[in-house]
């Protein structure tokens, strides 16, 4: 098996889910940590003892040794790391949401077409855990019938504390949107990945308790139409104090229905009845392993699964489960979402 060597850049609140998910692969080191604020890497090199620690993401860029690095910074400078990272022949795994700029996303994308060599993948690790996985298969085996409905809807709360801690939250520049674009992306992401590509938005977004605090959105609403003809909607919001996390999606088909709440389903019908007790149960048995539970819990745990996953990929020579273009199809769905809430119009995508 091939040694991997990693590099984490970007030493904040989602770096350890990285190392620890790399800790767990055999065959691989980390060799340098990256932050801007050299004493974040150095504490984090002192906790999983890693030998080398900078500010500067170049010099990674030049140690031969390195094969893959994870892109664990602001949203905005991911496109910058990754072109550079690309270029320097290293593989890539980015954070979500691969970037906040379309121009960046596709920078990103031009960069991996000109190494199509080299894995680059974006991290949506939901798409990575059993439930999610086997709701897709249950959409795409047809057995909802013809799917007429989808809707989602995430809130969470988001303090001020929050925001005024990192100063690229909530800015239009460096995180790129709000809610949208940080906590509900992933939730985003899914409807993708089960009802497919999305044909054209409608988004009306606002800032309705984090004035003066940030400025972006906090609050957003949009009508979705799927290139298959399904209708959706999704609401989202980070303003309520009445709840921490919570997101749901109903599926409404004419052979089935679904509450899938917290990617637990929380209602079951199907006309035929035999389906449903074998989906509550398939579902039931869909148990992510223990060892792969290393985040908090409404990161889920599907990082680990997702980087074993890309490094498998870059050991054999093979797309990744999430590809750096499927994670763009999300960025761009998410910068048409804030278009159409600046212009007032449908977006096609
Ligand atoms: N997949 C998930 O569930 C999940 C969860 C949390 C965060 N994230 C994503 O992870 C990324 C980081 O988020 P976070 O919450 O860890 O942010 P954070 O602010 O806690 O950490 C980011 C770190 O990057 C450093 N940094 C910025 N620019 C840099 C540069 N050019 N070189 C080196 N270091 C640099 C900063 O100093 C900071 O320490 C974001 O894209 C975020 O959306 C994903």
Same mark, same amino acid.
């Given at each position: ?10 030493? #904040? ?156 939250? #909530? ?157 763009? #199809? ?20």
């Amino acid at each position: 098996m091939k040694h991997v060597t990693c590099a984490v850049i970007g030493c #904040g609140v989602i770096a350890p889910t990285h190392i620890e998910s790399f800790i767990k692969i055999p065959d691989l080191s980390i060799k340098h940590l990256c932050d801007l604020d050299l004493n974040k890497a150095e504490k984090l090199a002192a906790q999983y003892s890693i030998p080398n620690c900078t500010t500067d993401y170049r010099a990674i860029l030049m140690d031969p040794e390195v094969d893959c690095v994870s892109v664990c910074t602001d949203h905005f400078s991911h496109a910058e790391i990754t072109v550079a990272a690309l270029e320097h022949g290293k593989h890539v795994i980015c954070e979500k949401a691969l970037t906040s700029t379309e121009s960046g996303i596709d920078a990103m994308l031009d960069a991996h077409r000109k190494r199509p060599e080299l894995v680059f993948s974006g991290i949506f690790q939901h798409r990575c855990e059993p439930t999610n996985r086997y709701l897709r298969n249950l959409i795409q085996s047809g057995k909802f019938g013809r799917i007429l409905t989808c809707s989602l809807y995430v809130s969470c709360l988001r303090t001020n504390e929050y925001y005024q801690n990192d100063a690229w939250r #909530g800015t239009w520049a460096n995180e790129g949107g709000g809610v949208l674009i940080n906590q509900s992306i992933h939730h985003l992401d899914l409807l993708r990945y089960f009802f497919g590509d999305i044909e054209s938005v409608a988004a009306s977004y606002d800032n309705f308790v984090h004035q003066g605090v940030i400025e972006t959105e906090d609050t957003i609403a949009i009508a979705l139409r799927f290139r298959s003809g399904i209708l959706g909607t999704v609401i989202a919001t980070s303003g309520s104090k009445s709840v921490t996390w919570r997101s749901g999606y109903t599926i409404t088909g004419t052979e089935g229905f679904m509450e899938y709440t917290d990617f637990i389903p929380s209602y079951v019908n199907f006309v035929d009845s035999s389906l449903k007790e074998k989906v509550i149960k398939d579902f039931s048995d869909c148990k992510l392993d223990d060892a792969l539970q290393v985040s908090k819990g409404y990161y889920g745990g599907g990082h680990p699964a997702q980087i074993a996953d890309i490094i498998d990929a870059i050991r054999n020579g093979r797309e990744p489960y999430v590809s750096g273009e499927a994670a763009a #199809g999300t960025a761009k769905l998410v910068l048409a979402c804030y278009e159409s809430s600046r212009t007032g119009k449908w977006v096609n995508l």
